[in-house]
């Protein structure tokens, strides 16, 4: 390419428009002082029609050239500014020559010209213009004295001039092509900096722990998703507030800022919703009135169910090998309970008796089940789902077994998360099957709704599966995902348990709620590009 790279920046495309503008003033007064009879002596005196169709038809050049208000993408190209540059210094010899040469003082002009040729052109280009400028000139200085007395002093001042144009071209091609290199710098370190702020902005937004920064005037400087989701903030909180004085659920760690200030790892627990919360901080002096403080909030909860997940681990394995042991006893007892029912000498009292056996037997049996799954349950193998096209196909699959009605509604396309298919398959069976379950007793039909969307602005993804139950009650609601719990007479009380703790395992979290005065337990995926 002929013109310069550095060109391209918006600086350089200033400059470029201040010289359109150059141009315009350089050929109205050439203009108007010819018109207006200033310096007679000097302007045309050689030769008034060349000099006043050459100033008039360049000034309309010049006009022109601004009114078209030529885009940006025309000033990079290289032919514009050969153009521009062209008719510049073709305009300027023939007024020089119209002007008797050297001696009206207009070749000074030209130094603006190679000015510019270094400016915007390569170098080679750059000379070349420099050197076509001083053989012209001393062609031109020639050819207008021919002989005469002042050829010698006007040759000597021409090839002075010839002398001043490459002395500028170098000088200022050496100084453009500085420019360059620091503007490529500058640039290429700027990408890289912008590129490290776009990573550190993703990391923050995307991972689980909640970040907050706040200023010296309790400003907000910083917060994170995973932190709203966390306080369990509105979306007028997420959106509006900008001070942690705005947000009566924040304005309880303002109690422990001077304290923060103390002891830079302090921690406190709070309560925030249904959520107990573990924020530590770090306390930062960046100077006279910008110290900042960064909180680090994390779900208590996870912790606890941490520290849950190390008793059962011990646990599974004495929970296994003593169900595994209970099987064969529970084995002969129904084995023997189911002649007994088979006899028909029993009376019906006993009968009775067996069935009661029996029944129970079941149960403990699928106590029993559910305990070895526990103990044997594998780590996950996520994958990258779109619930948009995931779920259709299992409300397939659910209602080929089941007898009920599955409404989905999907209002997004886009419902991208990472999870184990086999286990949100688990998941969803079991909070289907309890929907459709306690729909039959309340209302004598099986019905839920199943609705996936996503948050908003963090691109997580959720799915809530609505009932007309009875629903839970607010003091069991705290409960309700404990092992062995439950409300009926033949359940487990490890189907929801189980669910949880498959949907955390996934770095999801299955929680209940009331939506107008209807059943619904959520499940709310994390990022499809989690960090972890």
Same mark, same amino acid.
């Given at each position: 390419?002929?013109?310069?790279?550095?060109?391209?920046?918006?600086?350089?495309?200033?400059?470029?428009?201040?010289?359109?503008?150059?141009?315009?003033?350089?050929?109205?007064?050439?203009?108007?002082?010819?018109?207006?009879?200033?310096?007679?002596?000097?302007?045309?005196?050689?030769?008034?029609?060349?000099?006043?169709?050459?100033?008039?038809?360049?000034?309309?050049?010049?006009?022109?050239?601004?009114?078209?208000?030529?885009?940006?993408?025309?000033?990079?190209?290289?032919?514009?500014?050969?153009?521009?540059?062209?008719?510049?210094?073709?305009?300027?010899?023939?007024?020089?020559?119209?002007?008797?040469?050297? #001696?009206? !003082?207009?070749?000074?002009?030209?130094?603006?010209?190679?000015?510019?040729?270094?400016?915007?052109?390569?170098?080679?280009?750059?000379?070349?213009?420099?050197?076509?400028?001083?053989?012209?000139?001393?062609?031109?200085?020639?050819?207008?004295?021919?002989?005469?007395? !002042?050829?010698?002093?006007?040759?000597?001042?021409?090839?002075?001039?010839?002398?001043?144009?490459?002395?500028?071209?170098?000088?200022?091609?050496?100084?453009?092509?500085?420019?360059?290199?620091?503007?490529?710098?500058?640039?290429?370190?700027?990408?890289?900096?912008?590129?490290?702020?776009?990573?550190?902005?993703?990391?923050?937004?995307?991972?689980?722990? !909640?970040?907050?920064?706040?200023?010296?005037?309790?400003?907000? /400087?910083?917060?994170?998703?995973?932190?709203?989701?966390?306080? /369990?903030?509105?979306?007028? &909180?997420r959106t509006y507030h900008r001070y942690i004085t705005d947000i009566p659920k924040l304005t309880p760690l303002l109690e422990h800022l001077q304290s923060l200030?103390?002891?830079?790892?302090?921690?406190?627990?709070?309560?925030?919703?249904?959520?107990?919360?573990?924020?530590?901080?770090?306390?930062?002096?960046?100077g006279e009135n910008e110290e900042q403080t960064i909180f680090y909030i994390e779900d208590y909860g996870n912790v606890l169910q941490h520290a849950q997940q190390?008793?059962?681990?011990?646990?599974?394995?004495?929970?296994?090998?003593?169900?595994?042991?209970?099987?064969?006893?529970?084995?002969?007892?129904?084995?023997?309970?189911?002649?007994?029912?088979?006899? &028909?000498?029993?009376?019906?009292?006993?009968?009775?008796?067996?069935?009661?056996?029996?029944?129970?037997?079941?149960?403990?049996?699928?106590?029993? #089940?559910?305990?070895?799954?526990?103990?044997?349950?594998?780590?996950?193998?996520? /994958?990258?789902?779109?619930?948009?096209?995931?779920?259709?196909?299992?409300?397939?699959?659910?209602?080929?077994?089941?007898?009920?009605?599955?409404?989905?509604?999907?209002?997004?396309?886009?419902?991208?998360?990472?999870?184990?298919?086999?286990?949100?398959?688990?998941?969803?069976?079991?909070?289907?099957?309890?929907?459709?379950?306690?729909?039959?007793?309340?209302?004598?039909?099986?019905?839920?709704?199943?609705?996936a969307n996503v948050m908003n602005n963090d691109e997580k993804a959720y799915i809530e599966v609505i009932d007309v139950g009875g629903g839970i009650s607010e003091?069991?609601?705290?409960?309700?995902?404990?092992?062995?719990?439950?409300? &009926?007479?033949?359940?487990?009380?490890? !189907?929801?348990?189980?669910?949880? &703790?498959?949907?955390?395992?996934?770095?999801?979290?299955?929680?209940?709620?009331?939506?107008?005065?209807?059943?619904?337990?959520?499940?709310?995926?994390?990022?499809?590009?989690?960090?972890?």
């Amino acid at each position: 390419m002929d013109a310069k790279t550095f060109k391209y920046s918006g600086h350089t495309i200033q400059t470029i428009q201040v010289y359109l503008y150059y141009r315009l003033v350089v050929a109205c007064l050439l203009f108007v002082m010819f018109f207006m009879g200033v310096a007679d002596n000097v302007l045309a005196s050689h030769h008034k029609n060349i000099y006043q169709w050459t100033s008039l038809g360049y000034l309309g050049l010049v006009l022109l050239s601004l009114i078209i208000s030529p885009s940006r993408t025309l000033y990079k190209k290289p032919r514009y500014l050969h153009f521009l540059l062209s008719t510049d210094i073709i305009a300027q010899f023939i007024l020089i020559h119209a002007s008797n040469g050297m #001696e009206s !003082g207009l070749p000074f002009l030209l130094l603006i010209s190679a000015a510019m040729t270094s400016m915007f052109l390569k170098r080679q280009f750059a000379f070349a213009y420099a050197a076509t400028m001083s053989i012209t000139l001393l062609v031109d200085t020639w050819l207008l004295h021919n002989g005469t007395n !002042g050829l010698s002093k006007n040759i000597f001042s021409a090839g002075l001039l010839g002398l001043l144009l490459f002395a500028v071209t170098f000088a200022l091609s050496y100084l453009t092509n500085k420019l360059q290199q620091q503007n490529t710098e500058a640039e290429q370190q700027s990408r890289r900096l912008r590129n490290l702020q776009e990573t550190a902005q993703s990391i923050v937004t995307r991972m689980q722990t !909640g970040i907050l920064v706040i200023g010296h005037d309790k400003r907000i /400087e910083l917060m994170n998703s995973s932190a709203k989701q966390l306080f /369990e903030m509105s979306e007028s &909180e997420r959106t509006y507030h900008r001070y942690i004085t705005d947000i009566p659920k924040l304005t309880p760690l303002l109690e422990h800022l001077q304290s923060l200030k103390e002891n830079k790892n302090f921690t406190i627990i709070s309560d925030s919703g249904n959520r107990k919360l573990r924020i530590s901080n770090a306390y930062l002096n960046m100077g006279e009135n910008e110290e900042q403080t960064i909180f680090y909030i994390e779900d208590y909860g996870n912790v606890l169910q941490h520290a849950q997940q190390l008793k059962l681990a011990s646990l599974g394995r004495l929970t296994a090998s003593i169900a595994h042991e209970i099987r064969n006893p529970l084995g002969a007892l129904s084995h023997a309970a189911q002649l007994l029912n088979e006899s &028909e000498a029993l009376p019906k009292a006993e009968q009775r008796m067996t069935e009661i056996i029996l029944n129970n037997s079941a149960r403990v049996n699928e106590i029993i #089940e559910n305990t070895l799954d526990l103990s044997r349950r594998k780590e996950p193998s996520p /994958e990258q789902l779109n619930l948009a096209t995931w779920l259709p196909h299992f409300i397939n699959d659910n209602q080929a077994h089941n007898q009920g009605s599955i409404d989905l509604h999907v209002h997004s396309s886009q419902l991208l998360t990472k999870f184990d298919p086999t286990h949100l398959s688990q998941i969803l069976s079991n909070l289907v099957d309890n929907g459709l379950r306690h729909s039959q007793i309340e209302t004598g039909k099986a019905q839920v709704e199943i609705h996936a969307n996503v948050m908003n602005n963090d691109e997580k993804a959720y799915i809530e599966v609505i009932d007309v139950g009875g629903g839970i009650s607010e003091d069991k609601q705290n409960i309700i995902f404990e092992p062995f719990y439950t409300t &009926e007479d033949k359940g487990s009380g490890l !189907g929801l348990y189980i669910s949880k &703790e498959l949907a955390e395992i996934n770095n999801a979290n299955l929680s209940y709620q009331r939506n107008n005065k209807q059943s619904c337990f959520r499940i709310d995926f994390s990022h499809y590009q989690r960090m972890r």
